[in-house]
């Protein structure tokens, strides 16, 4: 009996002292990794460089803010019922955006969550023991990442808070917006460096180059009105020869035609699988309709005005637009909607669909329109003119209507650059939204071409301003 | 241990050893206010396993050796009595109902107590409260009888968990329900399911600070402590229960009948027109393609009467059976106890159904004196399938939502008009038709979850010194859950899409030990008593899920994912592990005069670097004034005590790694290849610590005119400071929220009960009313007390100081203007036309815009109440249960489905009375339907916030004990038959199913079981914010039961 209960009491003191340790207490993260031993090696920085590029989906997605900004307040497109919170949506649309607009503040939201990936990358790489090579490109492609990012936000904000590298929400209260000439002046300084250090081709398809943040600059120079630092860097991309236009329009919205001569930069998508990081284009800009089994977004639905824009003859008016659907019945559903990212082999996964289109940000007839732009050469203008099979600028076929370099520009831009996000800032840029949206009806003034400040973001901070039309 | 056999033969051999002396005794045993007689009272002579129980006539006759011999007499419910024979041949007793004693037993945390030396805020309920009840859940039986607790059933389904709040919500983020404590095991989240409701002796909520503090880091939310039957010394009891029920959802939500919805659509479609400068009467050809209307509306919307009412297809009367068999008894040395239950329960949603398998077996034994063990052995398992909890795009919401021309089946006996070969297909060129047949989710799927659970505490207690008590005990609570989902090859053309066959599996396991170690002392000098208690304890829990999903299945026939072709598949893991010490004294003097000191210091894996340990320290008092001799001669009152208390308890409930930055994946594409990515998800917070609440009560508790009248009343304030939230932070930072301890919240209120006896004798009729009432208040919030807004789903909830927590936050509409006059009157959106709704100007700057937006309400009710009346005369009891809670709103999320124009799903009946014309302005209050609303018609606004009060029949029992010379002849101990009905009726002016509905449960991290939790319908991340939003939940039915209990 005694040796039973001393057993008994052995047994019950190491219980009570059995993980009386703190380490009992230190529990490492099973199912994700821990930040903490993050950002050290190479191969660290391959995930997190990746984990960079993701970001591209988010601000470029078809219902991301570049869409929304290049698009939706433009006169390209339109949306009928849609998903989501329907009235934030129209908003754009209408141009009766409210602080209060839920797609603003996701949008706010999508850019500096971007930034930080990048900002993280850019902060840790500098003391990382690691290829002095490899570390100078991974720079100079987070900062073609950063610039195009702020680029697109102080085009749609205006001033906005600059933030180049990772703070504390302490820190945060205190960073305030600047100046967009402050921005500005960030990513000229940004690009630069990048054209610096980034190679002409990258091993790594997809991965930002020298042309691609040049192509930038020139667009950043142009929308600051300096075209002579633009036509200098586009003229260097041009002389390249690196580029050129494919010999047919329609083929450059291939699903398999990808990363072709005529891209510059271009985001990477692969369908097939629901797993895949597979592109949401072809499914966003379906029309509202589950008549081929998946959910139609009814994104950017195409408009009678941009469909009138093409001239006679021009294929690219039937490569950019589809006019409608078969259902599983055969019968047809008349509706407009944009055509370059349909992708008719990706397979049906739970009413969505896997399709396999890259998204091209910048290519080389836009860097050919801009070089007209910049110079007044109408040369480049007509490369691309010579392309679509129709009369060049300056011969007597050419629509009259279009009669300076400037109405040239601003209807070839949009009939070849349809709904690939551009149409807004082009119009921005040449101060031509007023005059142009107003007399397609939209209630538009300038002060409503800056989007709001999310009313969140004020409520958070007091000290951040509201832009003037709000 | 080979000394211990002899011991234990010794005993058994002494046992049968009888004085030659002996002599009969008999007598009968009565309850001490009534004359019935008690039948099935153990007899037992002190110190023998020798005895016998009363007959049916509570009379019983005995052998006893000599004049010194003590005979105990017990009862279950009743004080146990001890009588000396003496010179008596013939003994009358007079047992006390246990319920009216100050001796009571309390189970409190880590011991028991009596009731007397009771000082903070404890409930104590024990199984005869329940025993009828047909709940699967023990805490729905509750719901309405316990002051301060508010038990709501938020979901209806067999086996949905409650959310049980208690005295308020003390935090914003963090989780919220209460600790479960099983035998001793806090178990957090735990789904009390797996504890069969017969099996249960008594249920303690514990509700103040210190109380709960023993339990310290898990105690702010409250704790319920569990405690399963054990057998007692004497005769083997054997009882057994059968029990039959019918479920039906009575309260249906009023939707549109097919005409309603026709006219309705048309008129959604023409008003949009018109507003784009078209005609109503324009055709087709003209219009855009989403103003376009089916041929058949317009030309002959009789031909499909009144349509199919999709309640009625998904709803059916469903049965249950129930049965159990309960086996307890024991020697003075060994007592225990075995059941096994089974229920068997059909929902009411069609086929769906609840199975649940429990056996439990309680044993204790002394191996010596100073020596005993027993093992508690729970084993559950549970086979269901539920669906239609998560409300939006859940069965039950989908069929609100569907069409009602459309039929149940279509000619070739398919389900949908997405057939290609049925004549209804022309309705595909409409993208705003709409159906989700709830068949094309019930029958076209196969589906089902298994659950197991085991739940076992072994313990031994030894004596080291006298009153020197050690007790160590080791449990373990293993769960695992296993479903399957298998959706046929196009459903019929049921969906809204006709899908692929697709299959999934998944698997949950949870495994959570426990090892207790206290000490318990124990010492009376004089009029002086003392009560030690350390202890240390270590806990350890790890969940893991799986999953697996397949498609590509060549046909039908085979639902396993073997198949198909697995296309995707993950596992996860995660843990969480606390170490804790607690110390504990209670004095008494003179039994009167009670003082309670306890502390606990925690130290939990959750938290930060810095603040991994946490104090949690309580004190409290209690006089017990009616043994004052001052009040001696004041015959009417029988008791009246004085409780006060203070203490602090924290709240753990943060998920498992919340405090350090963890990575995630961002994957992207090199060329053609997959490029693996990972991205910082959260920010890290190395200082995150406990959220502690710190609460005062003060409490009073009488007793007058001979115990007839029991007032309980309570006062408490509690604050709960460094409230642990997913705060908003500047979003520059890259993220959107950080988990933090920000803040101040407090909660105060008052608490009532009152129990009468108000007729004794034959006819017996007594009353137990309880009334709470709860002031919530945010104190203090993040840097410049900014309000913390979350939005899901157009709702939108705002959390400001001043405010309870999670205000329903929007624009007030204020009917509808019937003419331009009317808005050229007032201020209106630029977009307003006749018919529009009238938004107030709350800011009254004379335009309308964002900062109109205003508080519409709150979830939380302003009191709740509830009474129950049992009156009872000779073996019949009748009883009848009220519920109430008033004051609270609830946010009817479905407005955004069914209240408005939301791409041709069906609407409520109410909106039926919209504004047509200035001659029609219908009810004034429903604004005109279109298809593009282009003002603030979808906002969220005081169109969709209802008041949530209501007065529920909550039950009705009506029970029967057999007469003794009935259940005699049927040589049973005892029998009672009972019928029993939940839900009876709800008076309640709500346009959903129930008030009580919330779609969003509570917020709780890291459990695998189903839990209040587990019902979500949003992506809110945030879940426990949006208490009191529906968005499409399960009604709940009403149930009726028969049954018989007889022991034998």
Same mark, same amino acid.
């Not at chain 1, 199912?31 to 601000?59: C, G, H, Q």
């Not at chain 2, 989710?441 to 298994?450: A, C, M």
């Not at chain 2, 400071?721 to 932070?729: A, I």
């Not at chain 2, 104190?779 to 309000?787: E, V």
């Given at each position: 009996?005694?040796?039973?209960?001393?057993?008994?009491?052995?047994?019950?003191?190491?219980?009570?002292?059995?993980?009386?340790?703190?380490?009992?207490?230190?529990?490492?993260?099973?199912?994700?990794?821990?930040?903490?031993?993050?950002?050290?090696?190479?191969?660290?920085?391959?995930?997190?460089?990746?984990?960079?590029?993701?970001?591209?989906?988010?601000?470029?997605?078809?219902?991301?803010?570049?869409?929304?900004?290049?698009?939706?307040?433009?006169?390209?497109?339109?949306?009928?019922?849609?998903? *989501?919170?329907?009235?934030?949506?129209?908003?754009?649309?209408?141009?009766?955006?409210?602080?209060?607009?839920?797609?603003?503040?996701?949008?706010?939201?999508?850019?500096?969550?971007?930034?930080?990936?990048?900002?993280?990358?850019?902060?840790?790489?500098?003391?990382?023991?690691?290829?002095?090579?490899?570390?100078?490109?991974?720079?100079?492609?987070?900062?073609?990442?950063?610039?195009?990012?702020?680029?697109?936000?102080?085009?749609?904000?205006?001033?906005?808070?600059?933030?180049?590298?990772?703070?504390?929400?302490?820190?945060?209260?205190?960073?305030?917006?600047?100046?967009?000439?402050?921005?500005?002046?960030?990513?000229?300084?940004?690009?630069?460096?990048?054209?610096?250090?980034?190679?002409?081709?990258?091993?790594?398809?997809?991965?930002?180059?020298?042309?691609?943040?040049?192509?930038?600059?020139?667009?950043?120079?142009?929308?600051?009105?300096?075209?002579?630092?633009?036509?200098?860097?586009?003229?260097?991309?041009?002389?390249?020869?690196?580029?050129?236009?494919?010999?047919?329009?329609?083929?450059?919205?291939?699903?398999?035609?990808?990363?072709?001569?005529?891209?510059?930069?271009?985001?990477?998508?692969?369908? *097939?699988?629901?797993?895949?990081?597979?592109?949401?284009?072809?499914?966003?800009?379906?029309?509202?309709?589950?008549?081929?089994?998946?959910? *139609?977004?009814?994104?950017?639905?195409?408009?009678?005005?941009?469909?009138?824009?093409?001239?006679?003859?021009?294929?690219?008016?039937?490569?950019?637009?589809?006019?409608?659907?078969?259902?599983?019945?055969?019968?047809?559903?008349?509706?407009?909607?944009?055509?370059?990212?349909?992708?008719?082999?990706?397979?049906?996964?739970?009413?969505?669909?896997?399709?396999?289109?890259?998204?091209?940000?910048?290519?080389?007839?836009?860097?050919?329109?801009?070089?007209?732009?910049?110079? *007044?050469?109408?040369?480049?203008?007509?490369?691309?003119?010579?392309?679509?099979?129709?009369?060049?600028?300056?011969?007597?076929?050419?629509?009259?209507?279009?009669?300076?370099?400037?109405?040239?520009?601003?209807?070839?831009?949009?009939?070849?650059?349809?709904?690939?996000?551009?149409?807004?800032?082009?119009?921005?840029?040449?101060?031509?939204?007023?005059?142009?949206?107003?007399?397609?009806?939209?209630?538009?003034?300038?002060?409503?071409?800056?989007?709001?400040?999310?009313?969140?973001?004020?409520?958070?901070?007091?000290?951040?301003?509201?832009?003037?039309?709000? | 241990?080979?000394?211990?056999?002899?011991?234990?033969?010794?005993?058994?051999?002494?046992?049968?050893?009888?004085?030659?002396?002996?002599?009969?005794?008999?007598?009968?045993?009565?309850?001490?206010?009534?004359?019935?007689?008690?039948?099935?009272?153990?007899?037992?002579?002190?110190?023998?396993?020798?005895?016998?129980?009363?007959?049916?006539?509570?009379?019983?006759?005995?052998?006893?050796?000599?004049?010194?011999? @003590?005979?105990?007499?017990?009862?279950? =419910?009743?004080?146990?009595?001890?009588?000396?024979?003496?010179?008596?041949?013939?003994?009358?007793?007079?047992?006390?109902?246990?319920?009216?004693?100050?001796?009571?037993?309390?189970?409190?945390?880590?011991?028991?107590?009596?009731?007397?030396?009771?000082?903070?805020?404890?409930?104590?309920?024990?199984?005869?409260?329940?025993?009828?009840?047909?709940?699967?859940?023990?805490?729905?039986?509750?719901?309405?009888?316990?002051?301060?607790?508010?038990?709501?059933?938020?979901?209806?389904?067999?086996?949905?968990?409650?959310?049980?709040?208690?005295?308020?919500?003390?935090?914003?983020?963090?989780?919220?329900?209460?600790?479960?404590?099983?035998?001793?095991?806090?178990?957090?989240?735990?789904?009390?399911?797996?504890?069969?409701?017969?099996?249960?002796?008594?249920?303690?909520?514990?509700?103040?600070?210190?109380?709960?503090?023993?339990?310290?880091?898990?105690?702010?939310?409250?704790?319920?402590?569990?405690?399963?039957?054990?057998?007692?010394?004497?005769?083997?009891?054997?009882?057994?229960?059968?029990?039959?029920?019918?479920?039906?959802?009575?309260?249906?939500?009023?939707?549109?009948?097919?005409?309603?919805?026709?006219?309705?659509?048309?008129?959604?479609?023409?008003?949009?027109?018109?507003?784009?400068?078209?005609?109503?009467?324009?055709?087709?050809?003209?219009?855009?393609?989403?103003?376009?209307?089916?041929?058949?509306?317009?030309?002959?919307?009789?031909?499909?009467?009144?349509?199919?009412?999709?309640?009625?297809?998904?709803?059916?009367?469903?049965?249950?059976?129930?049965?159990?068999?309960? @086996?307890?008894?024991?020697?003075?040395?060994?007592?225990?106890?075995?059941?096994?239950?089974?229920?068997?329960?059909?929902?009411?949603?069609?086929?769906?159904?609840?199975?649940?398998?429990?056996?439990?077996?309680?044993?204790?034994?002394?191996?010596?004196?100073?020596?005993?063990?027993?093992?508690?052995?729970?084993?559950?398992?549970?086979?269901?399938?539920?669906?239609?909890?998560?409300?939006?795009?859940?069965?039950?919401?989908?069929?609100?939502?569907?069409?009602?021309?459309?039929? @149940?089946?279509?000619?070739?006996?398919?389900?949908?008009?997405?057939?290609?070969?049925?004549?209804?297909?022309?309705?595909?060129?409409?993208?705003?038709?709409?159906?989700?047949?709830?068949?094309?989710?019930?029958?076209?799927?196969?589906?089902?979850?298994?659950?197991?659970?085991?739940?076992?505490?072994?313990?031994?207690?030894?004596?080291?010194?006298?009153?020197?008590?050690?007790?160590?005990?080791?449990?373990?609570?293993?769960?695992?859950?296993?479903?399957?989902?298998?959706?046929?090859?196009?459903?019929?053309?049921?969906?809204?899409?006709?899908?692929?066959?697709?299959?999934?599996?998944?698997?949950?396991?949870?495994?959570?030990?426990?090892?207790?170690?206290?000490?318990?002392?124990?010492?009376?000098?004089?009029?002086?008593?003392?009560?030690?208690?350390?202890?240390?304890?270590?806990?350890?829990?790890?969940?893991?899920?799986?999953?697996?999903?397949?498609?590509?299945?060549?046909?039908?026939?085979?639902?396993?994912?073997?198949? =198909?072709?697995?296309?995707?598949?993950?596992?996860?893991?995660?843990?969480?592990?606390?170490?804790?010490?607690?110390?504990?004294?209670?004095?008494?003097?003179?039994?009167?005069?009670?003082?309670?000191?306890?502390?606990?210091?925690?130290?939990?894996?959750?938290?930060?670097?810095?603040?991994?340990?946490?104090?949690?320290?309580?004190?409290?008092?209690?006089?017990?004034?009616?043994?004052?001799?001052?009040?001696?001669?004041?015959?009417?009152?029988?008791?009246?005590?004085?409780?006060?208390?203070?203490?602090?308890?924290?709240?753990?409930?943060?998920?498992?790694?919340?405090?350090?930055?963890?990575?995630?994946?961002?994957?992207?594409?090199?060329?053609?290849?997959?490029?693996?990515?990972?991205?910082?998800?959260?920010?890290?917070?190395?200082?995150?610590?406990?959220?502690?609440?710190?609460?005062?009560?003060?409490?009073?508790?009488?007793?007058?005119?001979?115990?007839?009248?029991?007032?309980?009343?309570?006062?408490?304030?509690?604050?709960?400071?460094?409230?642990?939230?997913?705060?908003?932070?500047?979003?520059?930072?890259?993220?959107?929220?950080?988990?933090?301890?920000?803040?101040?919240?407090?909660?105060?209120?008052?608490?009532?009960?009152?129990?009468?006896?108000?007729?004794?004798?034959?006819?017996?009729?007594?009353?137990?009313?309880?009334?709470?009432?709860?002031?919530?208040?945010?104190?203090?919030?993040?840097?410049?007390?900014?309000?913390?807004?979350?939005?899901?789903?157009?709702?939108?909830?705002?959390?400001?100081?001043?405010?309870?927590?999670?205000?329903?936050?929007?624009?007030?509409?204020?009917?509808?203007?019937?003419?331009?006059?009317?808005?050229?009157?007032?201020?209106?959106?630029?977009?307003?036309?006749?018919?529009?709704?009238?938004?107030?100007?709350?800011?009254?700057?004379?335009?309308?815009?964002?900062?109109?937006?205003?508080?519409?309400?709150?979830?939380?009710?302003?009191?709740?109440?509830?009474?129950?009346?049992?009156?009872?005369?000779?073996?019949?009891?009748?009883?009848?249960?009220?519920?109430?809670?008033?004051?609270?709103?609830?946010?009817?999320?479905?407005?955004?489905?069914?209240?408005?124009?939301?791409? =041709?799903?069906?609407?409520?009946?109410?909106?039926?009375?919209?504004?047509?014309?200035?001659?029609?302005?219908?009810?004034?209050?429903?604004?005109?339907?279109?298809?593009?609303?282009?003002?603030?018609?979808?906002?969220?606004?005081?169109?969709?916030?209802?008041?949530?009060?209501?007065?529920?029949?909550?039950?009705?029992?009506?029970?029967?004990?057999?007469?003794?010379?009935?259940?005699?002849?049927?040589?049973?101990?005892?029998?009672?038959?009972?019928?029993?009905?939940?839900?009876?009726?709800?008076?309640?002016?709500?346009?959903?199913?129930?008030?009580?509905?919330?779609?969003?449960?509570?917020?709780?991290?890291?459990?695998?079981?189903?839990?209040? =939790?587990?019902?979500?319908?949003?992506?809110?991340?945030?879940?426990?914010?949006?208490?009191?939003?529906?968005?499409?939940?399960?009604?709940?039915?009403?149930?009726?039961?028969?049954?018989?209990?007889?022991?034998?």
């Amino acid at each position: 009996m005694k040796n039973f209960i001393k057993i008994i009491t052995v047994i019950g003191l190491v219980a009570a002292t059995w993980g009386c340790k703190d380490s009992f207490l230190e529990l490492a993260p099973i199912s994700n990794p821990n930040a903490e031993i993050f950002y050290k090696t190479r191969t660290d920085f391959d995930l997190a460089t990746n984990a960079a590029y993701n970001t591209l989906v988010t601000v470029y997605h078809p219902q991301g803010p570049v869409s929304y900004a290049g698009e939706l307040m433009a006169d390209n497109v339109t949306i009928f019922n849609i998903s *989501g919170n329907q009235a934030d949506k129209w908003q754009f649309r209408d141009y009766s955006l409210a602080p209060a607009n839920t797609m603003v503040y996701q949008f706010w939201q999508d850019f500096y969550k971007s930034l930080y990936n990048i900002n993280i990358i850019l902060d840790k790489i500098a003391p990382a023991d690691i290829d002095a090579a490899y570390k100078s490109q991974t720079e100079g492609e987070m900062l073609f990442l950063r610039s195009l990012y702020y680029f697109n936000m102080v085009r749609i904000w205006g001033d906005v808070p600059l933030v180049t590298k990772p703070v504390t929400a302490a820190e945060a209260y205190n960073i305030l917006r600047s100046p967009s000439t402050e921005i500005y002046a960030q990513i000229i300084k940004d690009l630069n460096e990048a054209k610096a250090k980034l190679p002409a081709t990258s091993s790594i398809v997809g991965r930002a180059t020298k042309g691609a943040a040049q192509t930038l600059l020139g667009k950043v120079y142009l929308t600051t009105g300096d075209k002579t630092n633009a036509a200098k860097e586009l003229k260097e991309v041009y002389d390249s020869k690196q580029y050129e236009l494919l010999p047919s329009y329609a083929s450059l919205w291939d699903v398999k035609n990808k990363n072709t001569k005529e891209s510059i930069f271009e985001i990477q998508f692969l369908g *097939g699988t629901a797993t895949n990081p597979y592109s949401n284009y072809y499914l966003e800009f379906f029309p509202n309709s589950i008549a081929l089994g998946f959910y *139609g977004a009814g994104m950017n639905q195409v408009v009678d005005d941009i469909w009138n824009e093409f001239e006679k003859g021009d294929s690219r008016k039937e490569a950019s637009i589809d006019t409608g659907f078969v259902d599983a019945k055969g019968n047809f559903t008349a509706a407009k909607f944009p055509k370059k990212w349909t992708d008719k082999t990706a397979p049906l996964i739970n009413q969505s669909i896997a399709a396999n289109n890259n998204f091209i940000v910048l290519r080389y007839a836009d860097l050919l329109l801009m070089l007209t732009e910049a110079t *007044g050469e109408v040369s480049y203008l007509n490369e691309v003119r010579k392309r679509a099979a129709l009369p060049l600028y300056g011969t007597a076929a050419y629509p009259s209507k279009y009669n300076t370099v400037a109405l040239a520009l601003e209807h070839e831009r949009r009939v070849e650059l349809a709904f690939e996000f551009h149409r807004w800032f082009d119009l921005k840029r040449t101060n031509r939204a007023i005059p142009v949206l107003t007399a397609k009806g939209k209630n538009v003034s300038e002060p409503k071409l800056l989007l709001p400040i999310p009313n969140i973001v004020r409520d958070q901070n007091s000290r951040i301003t509201q832009n003037a039309g709000y | 241990m080979k000394k211990l056999l002899p011991i234990i033969l010794a005993f058994i051999l002494a046992v049968p050893v009888v004085n030659a002396q002996s002599f009969a005794v008999k007598g009968s045993v009565t309850g001490v206010n009534d004359t019935d007689p008690l039948p099935g009272v153990s007899v037992v002579i002190k110190g023998t396993q020798r005895g016998t129980t009363t007959g049916a006539d509570g009379t019983f006759q005995i052998e006893v050796p000599s004049q010194e011999t @003590v005979l105990v007499f017990s009862f279950v =419910g009743y004080q146990s009595v001890e009588e000396t024979v003496g010179s008596r041949t013939d003994i009358s007793v007079k047992l006390i109902s246990e319920s009216k004693s100050l001796e009571e037993m309390v189970v409190v945390g880590y011991g028991t107590q009596s009731k007397r030396a009771v000082t903070g805020a404890v409930i104590s309920i024990n199984y005869d409260k329940f025993k009828d009840r047909s709940f699967s859940n023990v805490t729905q039986s509750l719901a309405g009888t316990l002051p301060g607790v508010n038990i709501s059933q938020s979901q209806g389904a067999p086996g949905a968990s409650p959310v049980i709040k208690i005295r308020g919500v003390s935090s914003i983020t963090a989780g919220t329900n209460p600790l479960i404590v099983v035998d001793g095991v806090p178990l957090e989240n735990f789904n009390l399911n797996l504890i069969n409701p017969q099996d249960i002796e008594s249920i303690e909520v514990l509700k103040d600070a210190s109380s709960a503090a023993i339990y310290g880091s898990r105690g702010s939310s409250g704790v319920i402590l569990v405690t399963t039957k054990m057998g007692k010394p004497g005769k083997v009891s054997v009882s057994a229960n059968v029990e039959y029920g019918s479920q039906k959802v009575v309260r249906r939500v009023k939707m549109m009948d097919a005409q309603q919805f026709i006219e309705t659509y048309v008129d959604a479609k023409n008003n949009a027109w018109t507003a784009q400068g078209g005609n109503a009467s324009d055709p087709n050809s003209v219009r855009p393609a989403t103003l376009k209307i089916p041929e058949d509306f317009t030309n002959n919307p009789q031909q499909f009467g009144k349509g199919t009412n999709w309640q009625d297809v998904m709803f059916r009367t469903a049965p249950s059976y129930n049965a159990q068999v309960t @086996v307890s008894g024991g020697t003075e040395k060994t007592q225990y106890m075995f059941s096994a239950a089974y229920l068997d329960q059909t929902a009411v949603l069609d086929a769906n159904y609840y199975k649940r398998l429990s056996v439990r077996s309680n044993v204790k034994t002394q191996i010596s004196k100073k020596l005993s063990v027993g093992l508690n052995l729970g084993i559950t398992s549970i086979f269901d399938r539920t669906e239609g909890t998560q409300g939006k795009s859940d069965v039950i919401s989908l069929g609100l939502q569907s069409n009602p021309h459309f039929p @149940v089946y279509n000619e070739n006996g398919n389900l949908g008009f997405r057939d290609p070969n049925s004549t209804w297909f022309r309705f595909t060129s409409y993208a705003d038709m709409n159906l989700w047949h709830p068949y094309s989710l019930t029958r076209e799927v196969d589906k089902s979850r298994k659950s197991f659970n085991t739940l076992a505490t072994g313990f031994l207690e030894y004596e080291i010194l006298d009153n020197l008590r050690f007790r160590t005990s080791l449990s373990g609570n293993l769960y695992n859950s296993r479903n399957a989902f298998y959706w046929n090859d196009k459903q019929k053309y049921g969906y809204s899409a006709v899908l692929a066959a697709q299959g999934n599996a998944g698997d949950a396991y949870m495994f959570n030990w426990l090892s207790e170690n206290t000490l318990t002392y124990e010492k009376k000098i004089g009029e002086h008593a003392l009560t030690g208690l350390l202890g240390y304890t270590s806990q350890k829990q790890r969940d893991e899920t799986m999953y697996v999903a397949a498609n590509n299945f060549p046909n039908d026939l085979v639902h396993t994912l073997n198949a =198909g072709t697995v296309t995707a598949g993950n596992t996860t893991a995660s843990e969480w592990s606390l170490l804790s010490y607690l110390a504990r004294v209670q004095y008494n003097f003179k039994n009167k005069y009670f003082l309670t000191g306890a502390i606990r210091r925690d130290g939990m894996s959750r938290f930060g670097e810095d603040n991994k340990w946490g104090y949690f320290p309580s004190v409290s008092a209690g006089w017990l004034i009616s043994d004052e001799s001052f009040l001696s001669g004041v015959n009417a009152i029988n008791s009246l005590k004085l409780r006060a208390s203070y203490g602090v308890t924290g709240n753990n409930q943060i998920p498992n790694y919340g405090s350090i930055s963890l990575l995630a994946a961002a994957p992207y594409v090199n060329g053609t290849t997959i490029a693996n990515g990972l991205k910082v998800s959260n920010l890290a917070n190395s200082g995150l610590r406990w959220e502690k609440t710190n609460q005062f009560n003060v409490g009073v508790d009488l007793a007058i005119f001979n115990n007839r009248v029991n007032v309980s009343a309570e006062y408490y304030n509690s604050i709960t400071r460094d409230m642990l939230l997913f705060v908003p932070v500047p979003d520059i930072t890259g993220f959107s929220s950080q988990l933090t301890n920000i803040g101040k919240m407090r909660n105060r209120g008052v608490e009532l009960n009152i129990s009468t006896k108000n007729l004794t004798g034959d006819f017996t009729w007594t009353t137990d009313f309880n009334l709470s009432r709860n002031r919530n208040k945010v104190l203090q919030l993040g840097p410049g007390n900014a309000p913390i807004q979350y939005v899901d789903n157009v709702v939108t909830v705002r959390t400001e100081v001043g405010q309870p927590v999670s205000n329903f936050y929007g624009y007030v509409f204020d009917g509808v203007f019937n003419n331009q006059n009317e808005i050229d009157a007032y201020p209106h959106h630029a977009s307003t036309t006749p018919g529009d709704p009238k938004v107030r100007d709350v800011n009254g700057d004379g335009k309308i815009s964002d900062a109109d937006r205003t508080i519409l309400g709150n979830y939380q009710p302003d009191f709740t109440a509830g009474i129950t009346n049992t009156v009872g005369y000779k073996g019949f009891e009748l009883s009848f249960l009220f519920q109430g809670s008033f004051g609270g709103e609830i946010a009817n999320n479905n407005v955004r489905y069914l209240g408005t124009w939301d791409n =041709g799903r069906n609407f409520f009946a109410s909106m039926y009375n919209y504004w047509r014309s200035e001659a029609e302005p219908g009810d004034g209050k429903h604004f005109k339907p279109s298809v593009n609303y282009l003002g603030l018609q979808k906002q969220f606004s005081s169109y969709w916030v209802e008041d949530a009060s209501f007065v529920r029949l909550r039950n009705v029992r009506v029970s029967y004990a057999l007469p003794a010379k009935w259940s005699n002849k049927l040589k049973i101990g005892s029998a009672r038959v009972y019928v029993n009905a939940e839900n009876v009726h709800l008076f309640s002016k709500y346009t959903g199913y129930d008030p009580e509905n919330t779609t969003y449960g509570t917020t709780s991290y890291s459990s695998s079981m189903e839990t209040a =939790g587990s019902y979500s319908s949003g992506n809110a991340p945030v879940p426990g914010a949006f208490q009191g939003v529906d968005y499409g939940s399960y009604p709940l039915p009403r149930v009726i039961t028969v049954g018989i209990k007889a022991d034998f």
